[in-house]
């Protein structure tokens, strides 16, 4: 395990990371003041799993979190790992007789809207969450709170050339459809049963133009209202969601 513990806080980072690899928390820092049904309940938990407790104040929990949104409960954890690469998660989805289901972020750059799509993703069963290095958010803290839970169970792969990885996973017979509010077709026009990469960019920017140029097809979500377009994170929801009712 890594010698440099981080940091994962709110009750359902911790909950989750107490469910799927309990050895690696070091500690669990809870805030001393708070004794409602929920703090003893998620406390009972963390002593039957043999997590080490220590009681804090808020001030202590803000300083090591560096918010004061961390609802009393702040843990220090070694890194879990993860699949090492795009080719390790699809080799696992082909072993196990699925289909893959992909996220893939261009120019998300907010750690709110990362976690918030990570948690889209868990909720929907995608296989994986991609990103570039270059135009991204890494996992931080953050991400991982308002994540709650997800940035522990999705993998989150960050590669060098998007375009590449792209062009790479069509080789592999994955239809790379990108969102963009100018095309014509709408995600409900397609067939999303196969393997499927569904590309979406920040909200307002969008994609990059070598990325949507890079998609096998350009679709769009449509919009009744006066607000021409969705944060990523809801928009990532329809696609995904879309795509889990048509696979049933």
């Known amino acids: 395990m890594s010698s440099a513990p ?16 309990p050895a690696s928390i070091v500690e669990i820092h809870v805030d001393a003041t708070r004794r409602d049904q929920r703090m ?15 009681d804090s104040d808020d001030d202590r929990l803000k300083a090591m979190c560096g918010t004061h949104r961390h609802q009393g409960v702040v843990a220090r954890v070694h890194a879990v790992a993860q699949l090492h690469s795009l080719d390790d998660v699809l080799d696992g989805v082909d072993a196990g007789g699925d289909k893959p289901l992909l996220l893939v972020l261009d120019g998300v750059t907010d750690p709110h809207n990362l976690g918030a799509c990570l948690r889209v ?11 570039p290095k270059d135009h991204a958010v890494g996992l931080n ?14 993998p989150y792969l960050m590669v060098t050339n998007l375009a590449r990885t792209l062009n790479e996973l069509k080789e592999r017979d994955i239809w790379v459809i990108g969102t963009s509010d100018q095309a014509e077709k709408s995600i409900y026009d397609l067939d999303l049963k196969g393997p499927v990469a569904l590309v979406l960019g920040a909200e307002g920017e969008g994609m990059r133009q070598l990325t949507a140029k890079t998609c096998d097809e350009l679709v769009r979500i449509p919009m009744k209202g006066a607000v021409e377009s969705l944060n990523v994170s809801v928009a990532a929801g329809v696609c995904l969601f879309e795509a889990l009712r048509q696979r049933g």
């Open 6 to 21: 981080k940091i994962l806080f709110g009750f359902h980072a911790v909950t989750v990371r107490l469910k799927t690899a």
């Open 141 to 154: 803290a953050t991400v991982a709170k308002v994540a709650s839970g997800a940035a522990e169970t999705v």
């Open 40 to 54: 003893r309940q998620f406390v009972e938990r963390a002593q039957a799993a043999g997590a080490k407790m220590v």
């Open 121 to 131: 993703a868990d909720g929907a069963g995608a296989h994986a969450v991609v990103a």
